[in-house]
T-cell receptor, first 110, second 113 residues
Framework: GQQVMQIPQYQHVQEGEDFTTYCNSS?????IQWYKQRPGGHPVFLIQ?????EVKKQKRLTFQFGEAKKNSSLHITATQTTDVGTYFC??????????FGKGTTLSVSS | SQTIHQWPATLVQPVGSPLSLECTVE??????LYWYRQAAGRGLQLLFY??????ISSEVPQNLSASRPQDRQFILSSKKLLLSDSGFYLC????????????FGEGSRLTVL
């Protein structure tokens, strides 16, 4: 069945450093979504990418969708302590339920 | 505006006891509904999803079941809990004809002893 893999599982950075998490699917995706889960909280939707090669930015966050629509990345520039949490990618094929990666947990020390 | 309510927030249950987690959505009609489980330090595992009343799809065979007796109500149940059922259970909804973005409830943390 469809699998979504995400690396790294954990990442610790110093405040101000950049951070990137990568997401790979075993199948071509209809779209990819990114969510953030703060410690003790629930996942919150960040963004959705639909088009091949699409790049979207939200302030210090940059999201990319691969040309083959099988991989994606989230890059955070100059991390802050408020960026702490687990970032999930999730993808699906048309008409199927969303499948989540295992997430990347980011910790930031000041 | 739409809201999602999930309860109870926390529960501790003995092995072999039954389980019922409830989720309701307000402010929308005919939503797609989902149950996910998040084990400690792991990702989100899709358990069940529903596109309408009494229409339930199961993703993972296990001792859990789901029901949707009303359009905006989704219930996760078990007749006999196992230790491995411990985890963080999340209900989510998505607009029936939306872009697929999921809106999650606050979650229910279950500990089976």
């Amino acid at each position: 069945g469809q699998q979504v893999m995400q690396i790294p599982q954990y990442q610790h950075v110093q405040e101000g450093e950049d951070f990137t998490t990568y997401c790979n699917s075993s199948t071509t995706l209809s779209n990819i979504q990114w969510y953030k889960q703060r410690p003790g909280g629930h996942p919150v939707f960040l963004i959705q990418l639909v088009k091949s090669g699409e790049v979207k930015k939200q302030k210090r966050l940059t999201f990319q969708f691969g040309e083959a629509k099988k991989n994606s990345s989230l890059h955070i520039t100059a991390t802050q302590t408020t960026d702490v949490g687990t970032y999930f990618c999730a993808g699906n094929q048309a008409g199927t339920a969303l499948i989540f990666g295992k997430g990347t947990t980011l910790s930031v020390s000041s | 505006s739409q809201t999602i309510h999930q309860w109870p927030a926390t529960l501790v249950q003995p092995v072999g006891s039954p389980l019922s987690l409830e989720c309701t959505v307000e402010g929308t009609s005919n939503p797609n509904l989902y149950w996910y489980r998040q084990a400690a330090g792991r990702g989100l595992q899709l358990l069940f999803y529903s596109i309408g009343i009494d229409q339930i799809s199961s993703e993972v065979p296990q001792n859990l079941s789901a029901s949707r007796p009303q359009d905006r109500q989704f219930i996760l149940s078990s007749k006999k809990l196992l230790l491995s059922d411990s985890g963080f259970y999340l209900c989510a909804w998505a607009p029936n004809r939306g872009t697929g973005e999921l809106f999650f409830g606050e979650g229910s943390r279950l500990t089976v002893l």
